[in-house]
């Protein structure tokens, strides 16, 4: 299940990891302008524009880019194209809780593989026989990034198999593997619009990677839906992509309020895993998670908890919001923690 969105206003929302940012002044006027007689007619089934704009961005052809309504339906076309085989997909034991629904879904046997005890992934563990393997990067719910020296590694020593790297919350300071793209073509990249272009709404997510892999993605979804895009969502994400300094404006400030929250709560006791990504993972070593969760909830700000597993159970994932958000986050934790070391 995706995080809550409450109906209740005057809610502090840190919950489902949206940026605390509206969208780019240009977006909202790309809308407008697409508001027209135009609406009565199918939109693009290829998004050529979009694509061409993605490509150029990252330095791609546009045979190399696939996009689709939002990422979690690019990965659901990529787990159905690419990842179903004899031998198991991996994934982490601790990750985006969507992969087990998707291999449920199709019927691909996979196997989890355990973080370490600092909650990190473990490249060695995925040098085995495998039929795939996918991670974010930084892995959710943890936000702990891997530096691309060793996706490289993963990618030298693992052929024979697609790896998909999940780069939804890349843009928040953690290495990008899309410039390794061209050097291995069993790489595939998914991105997102949803989080550092704060277009959660819009539904836009895409994946890059070798023409072959993008080809078998277009059949799934030629099959499935010939317009995944619309024509609000191809013009709004083109106008996001070519306001280059609002998008670079906007996640500086998220990863210096994250910068500054991490400081607020680690004096408050808490232990913070480190964060590439627009949320962090903290626990606090005297305090329950969910009774933690509960007395924020009741002072009008949301968190997210997870129950399962219980490796996770006494963390709180608290989505970065405006400096704002984050002076009640701590004012109402503070009235949870009696023993503040301040
Ligand atoms: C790791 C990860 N991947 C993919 C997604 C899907 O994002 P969207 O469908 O909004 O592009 C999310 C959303 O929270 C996520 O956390």
Same mark, same amino acid.
């Given at each position: 299940? &995706?995080?809550?969105?409450?109906?209740?206003?005057?809610?502090?929302?840190?919950?489902?990891?949206?940026? #605390?940012?509206?969208? !780019?002044?240009?977006?909202?006027?790309?809308?407008?302008?697409?508001?027209?007689?135009?609406?009565?007619?199918?939109?693009? #089934?290829?998004?050529?524009?979009?694509?061409?704009?993605?490509?150029?961005?990252?330095?791609?052809?546009?045979?190399?880019?696939?996009?689709?309504?939002?990422?979690?339906?690019?990965?659901?076309?990529?787990?159905?194209?690419?990842?179903?085989?004899?031998?198991?997909?991996?994934?982490?034991?601790?990750?985006?809780?969507?992969?087990?629904?998707?291999?449920?879904?199709?019927?691909?046997?996979?196997?989890?593989?355990?973080?370490?005890?600092?909650?990190?992934?473990?490249?060695?563990?995925?040098?085995?026989?495998?039929?795939?393997?996918?991670? &974010?990067?930084?892995?959710?719910?943890?936000?702990?990034?891997?530096?691309?020296?060793?996706?490289?590694?993963?990618?030298?020593?693992?052929?024979?198999?697609?790896?998909?790297?999940?780069?939804?919350?890349?843009?928040?300071?953690?290495?990008?593997?899309?410039?390794?793209?061209?050097?291995? &073509?069993?790489?595939?990249?998914?991105?997102?619009?949803?989080?550092?272009?704060?277009?959660?709404?819009?539904?836009?997510?895409?994946?890059?990677?070798?023409?072959?892999?993008?080809?078998?993605?277009?059949?799934?979804?030629?099959?499935?839906?010939?317009?995944?895009?619309?024509?609000?969502?191809?013009?709004?994400?083109?106008?996001?992509?070519?306001?280059?300094?609002?998008?670079?404006?906007?996640?500086?400030?998220?990863?210096?309020?994250?910068?500054?929250?991490?400081?607020?709560?680690?004096?408050?006791?808490?232990?913070?895993? #480190? !964060?590439?990504?627009?949320?962090?993972?903290?626990?606090? #070593?005297?305090?329950?998670?969910?009774?933690?969760?509960?007395?924020?909830?009741?002072?009008?700000?949301?968190?997210?908890?997870?129950?399962?597993?219980?490796?996770?159970?006494?963390?709180?994932?608290?989505?970065?919001?405006?400096?704002?958000?984050?002076?009640?986050?701590?004012?109402?934790?503070?009235?949870?923690?009696?023993?503040?070391?301040?």
């Amino acid at each position: 299940m &995706p995080g809550e969105q409450p109906k209740l206003h005057n809610l502090i929302k840190l919950n489902t990891n949206e940026n #605390p940012y509206g969208p !780019s002044p240009a977006v909202l006027a790309a809308l407008q302008a697409e508001a027209a007689d135009s609406l009565r007619l199918y939109p693009d #089934p290829d998004s050529s524009r979009l694509k061409a704009a993605i490509a150029d961005y990252h330095g791609l052809q546009a045979n190399q880019v696939f996009v689709g309504n939002g990422s979690d339906e690019v990965l659901a076309h990529v787990f159905q194209a690419l990842l179903k085989h004899d031998l198991p997909l991996l994934f982490p034991d601790i990750s985006y809780s969507f992969y087990p629904v998707y291999c449920g879904l199709y019927g691909i046997d996979y196997q989890t593989v355990p973080l370490n005890d600092q909650f990190e992934i473990v490249i060695d563990d995925y040098l085995r026989p495998n039929g795939g393997i996918i991670f &974010p990067n930084p892995n959710a719910p943890t936000g702990i990034p891997l530096p691309l020296s060793a996706i490289e590694r993963l990618l030298q020593a693992n052929h024979q198999s697609v790896v998909v790297v999940d780069e939804a919350y890349v843009d928040f300071g953690t290495e990008s593997a899309v410039s390794l793209i061209h050097r291995y &073509p069993n790489l595939l990249v998914t991105h997102t619009y949803s989080k550092a272009r704060s277009l959660a709404g819009l539904r836009v997510g895409y994946a890059l990677g070798d023409a072959a892999l993008i080809e078998a993605l277009v059949r799934v979804k030629d099959s499935f839906n010939s317009y995944p895009i619309d024509r609000f969502a191809e013009a709004g994400a083109i106008a996001a992509l070519q306001d280059e300094a609002y998008f670079q404006h906007t996640r500086a400030q998220v990863m210096a309020s994250r910068s500054a929250l991490v400081a607020e709560l680690t004096q408050l006791g808490f232990e913070v895993l #480190p !964060s590439g990504a627009n949320f962090i993972f903290a626990r606090h #070593p005297e305090y329950d998670g969910e009774q933690l969760a509960q007395g924020l909830r009741e002072q009008a700000v949301i968190v997210r908890h997870f129950k399962k597993p219980t490796r996770i159970a006494s963390f709180l994932r608290i989505t970065i919001g405006k400096p704002e958000a984050h002076t009640a986050l701590i004012a109402a934790l503070r009235t949870l923690i009696k023993a503040t070391r301040t």
